[in-house]
Structure formats: C-alpha cells, structure tokens
C-alpha cells in the first residue's frame, strides 16, 4: 500500500491554457473523489467515482472540467481555458468499497495550481 | 443537508497547553464525523474518526474527541500541545449516498514556546 499518489504535485500555467492532473488511488480502492481547496478554506467537492462511474458532480464544476476514470483506476482531472480562479490545490482521495459512512477516505498530497 | 462549523480560524497555546479546537456540526441523519490535519503543502491525513461505536474517540497523536449529540458538537482535544502539533485542522461529516465529505473552513493551530 503506497497511498495515493498525485502527479505533478504543482503546476503553473498561464490564462487560457489547459491542464490535466492524475490520481493514482490506493490499490483495490473502487472510490474515488476530487476535491479543490483554496486559501484559507476547506477543501469542496468536485466530483466522485465508483469504478469507472462517475456518480455525481459539484455545481463547482463548469463545463471547463472535466474528469474520467477509464479503467476504474487512475483519474485524471481536466480542466480547459483555465482561469486564474482556478488557481487552487487540487485533492485527490480513495476509499474502499462498501457502503458505510465510516469508511475513511485516504488523501493524496495535492496538485497545487497557479494561473498567471 | 448537512454542515459542520469550526469556531475560530485561528487558534494559539502555548507548548504544553491543552489544545481544543472546536467543530460543530448539522445533520439531519446520524452523522459520522471526521477530524483531519494537514501540514503545510501535503494533503489530509486522518486524526480520528466518530462512527457511533463510542462518544470518546481516540486518534493519532495524542488526540480525542468527543461526540456530545444533545450540543451537536465533536470538539478535538489534546491535553498537551507539542510544536510538531502546529498545522490545519478540519472537521469533516460523510454525507449518505456518494459518501463525499463535507468539511468546516479548518482551525490553523499555533503553537508557542
């Protein structure tokens, strides 16, 4: 179990350009969820993947993101004609299945993006 | 729908001092609660976790909460800060369905020598 990993850890872009973030959820993990957290807040949910799924979305996220999960195991994150309120760090995190309220979700460490 | 509220961004003690950060919470369903730190430029990682089986949780570091359903609150304590405790703290709640977690805007915790 190496925990779950995100790539790159940050990027920096200008205005208008696209970029795409990975996540790599622990192993065996079928759950998987994107959050965004800005300076000073707690971090908002984007958007959540059961398998291959994706079940639900956040209002937050525009039809400037877009994200996927192929083959139920590495997500990526889109996010199209960025913007620089986009700037933010970008959380990726992993549960197992089953369908308890107390399983934990597990972080990664976070892509950290700039929009200049 | 459900929320939690952290009182106080920003909270200082001394080293040596209890710490009590305080979160709480709304739900209109048994809520399961979560506390997680986060150290400067890494993501979360779980103190403790309220899953109904007791009120008096027990985490990592040190740390405990306790559910008091009659205040709708789940405050974190520590008996004695340690400088390496210095960092952001959240409360979360699982929401039913997707299980996503709705977090409170984090306490940043200082700690004095």
């Known amino acids: 179990d190496t925990g779950v990993s995100q790539d790159p850890r940050h990027k920096i872009t200008k205005r208008g350009q696209n970029v795409t973030f990975r996540c790599d959820p622990i192993?065996?993990?079928?759950?998987l969820y994107w959050y965004r957290q800005t300076l000073g807040q707690g971090p908002e949910f984007l958007t959540y993947?059961?398998?291959?799924?994706?079940?639900?979305k956040s209002r937050l996220l525009s039809d400037r993101f877009s994200a996927e999960r192929p083959k139920g195991s590495f997500s990526t994150l889109e996010i199209q004609r960025t913007e620089q309120g986009d700037s933010a760090m970008y959380l990726c995190?992993?549960?197992?299945?089953?369908?308890?309220?107390?399983?934990?979700?597990?972080f990664g460490p976070g892509t950290r993006l700039t929009v200049l | 729908a459900q929320s939690v509220t952290q009182l106080g961004s920003h909270v200082s003690v001394s080293e040596g001092a209890l710490v009590l950060l305080r979160c709480n919470y709304s739900?209109?369903?048994?809520?399961?609660l979560f506390w997680y730190v986060q150290y400067p430029n890494q993501g979360l990682q779980l103190l403790l976790k309220?899953?109904?089986?007791?009120?008096l949780v027990k985490g990592i570091n040190g740390f405990e909460a306790e559910f008091k359903k009659s205040e709708t609150s789940f405050h974190l304590t520590k008996p004695s800060a340690h400088m390496s405790d210095a960092a952001e703290y959240f409360c979360?709640?699982?929401?039913?369905?997707?299980?996503?977690?709705?977090f409170g805007t984090g306490t940043r915790l200082k700690v004095l020598a």
């Open positions: 309220y899953t109904s089986a007791a009120t």
């Open positions: 739900s209109s369903v048994p809520p399961y």
């Open positions: 979360a709640v699982s929401s039913s369905g997707t299980y996503k977690y709705i």
């Open positions: 993947f059961q398998n291959e799924a994706q079940l639900e």
């Open positions: 995190a992993s549960r197992a299945g089953g369908y308890s309220s107390t399983d934990t979700q597990y």
């Open positions: 192993s065996e993990h079928n759950r």
